[in-house]
C-alpha cells in the first residue's frame, strides 16, 4: 500500500541552525501539507502546497519557514534559524484531491538544543 | 475561532470494555468530522469519518456520529482490545484543506 514517508525519523540541531526536513508524498497525490506537535500539545496545521505555490499557511509558518518540491517525489520544510520552540514533530500529508483523505507520515521528531 | 476539543487522556480500559472518547467543536458552516488514530512509532491514519450532520462514520468496530445539535462527534467502541492501544485525534476540515486538530487521547488497553 502506498504511503507517506519522511526522514530524518529524530534531527537533533542546535539553535539558529538550519535545518531541512524531508517527505516523500504518495506519487498520484497533488495536495501536500506540513503540520506540527509541540509535546503535550495540538497537532497545528503549518502550511498546504499545490501547484507549486502555496495554499494555505498559519500564523506559524513565518519567515523562517519555507517549503519547496525540489523535484517529482520530495516535499521539504526548511527552517532557517531554528529557535528552541521549533522543537516539535512535523508531519507531513498528502491527498489526491482537494478535500480528500490526507495520508500522513510516521513524522520527524526536531529536537534544539 | 475554529477549535476541537476533545477528552483527556490517558484512558485505560481492560480488554472487552466498552469505549466512549468525547470530541466537541466550534466551527462556522458545515465541516467534514474524522478521527485519526496513531499506533506506536507510525503516522496519523484516518480511522472513520463524517461529511454531514447525522451521518455515522464506522471502521474496525470503532463509530462515531455527526451531531450538529450537540457540535459533538464522540468515538465509541463496544469492546475494545489490546491492538487497540494508541493515540486517537479528533479532527474537523472546514472550508479550506487543513485540518483542524484535538489534543489527542491515549488509549491503554490491558488484557
Known amino acids: 500500500e502506498p504511503e507517506v514517508t519522511q526522514t530524518p525519523s529524530h534531527q537533533v540541531t542546535q539553535m539558529g541552525q538550519e535545518v531541512i526536513l524531508r517527505c516523500v508524498p504518495i506519487s498520484n497525490h497533488l495536495y501536500f501539507y506540513w503540520y506540527r506537535q509541540i509535546l503535550g500539545q495540538k497537532v497545528e496545521f503549518l502550511v498546504s502546497f499545490y501547484n507549486n505555490e502555496i495554499s494555505e499557511k498559519s500564523e506559524i509558518f513565518d519567515d523562517q519557514f519555507s517549503v519547496e518540491r525540489p523535484d517529482g517525489s520530495n516535499f521539504t520544510l526548511k527552517i532557517r534559524s531554528t529557535k528552541l520552540e521549533d522543537s516539535a514533530m512535523y508531519f507531513c500529508?498528502?491527498?489526491?484531491?482537494?478535500?480528500?483523505?490526507?495520508?500522513f507520515g510516521p513524522g520527524t521528531r526536531l529536537t534544539v538544543t | 475561532g475554529n477549535s476541537v476539543t476533545q477528552m483527556e487522556g490517558p484512558v485505560t480500559l481492560s480488554e472487552e470494555a466498552f469505549l466512549t472518547i468525547n470530541c466537541t467543536y466550534t466551527a462556522t458552516g458545515y465541516p467534514s468530522l474524522f478521527w485519526y488514530v496513531q499506533y506506536p512509532g507510525e503516522g496519523l491514519q484516518l480511522l472513520l469519518k463524517a461529511t454531514k450532520a447525522d451521518d455515522k462514520g464506522s471502521n474496525k468496530g470503532f463509530e462515531a456520529t455527526y451531531r450538529k445539535e450537540t457540535t459533538s462527534f464522540h468515538l465509541e467502541k463496544g469492546s475494545v482490545q489490546v491492538s487497540d492501544s494508541a493515540v486517537y485525534f479528533c479532527?474537523?476540515?472546514?472550508?479550506?484543506?487543513?485540518?483542524?486538530f484535538g489534543t489527542g487521547t491515549l488509549l491503554a488497553v490491558q488484557p
Open positions: 500529508a498528502s491527498s489526491e484531491a482537494l478535500g480528500g483523505e490526507q495520508y
Open positions: 479532527a474537523y476540515g472546514g472550508a479550506t484543506n487543513k485540518l483542524i
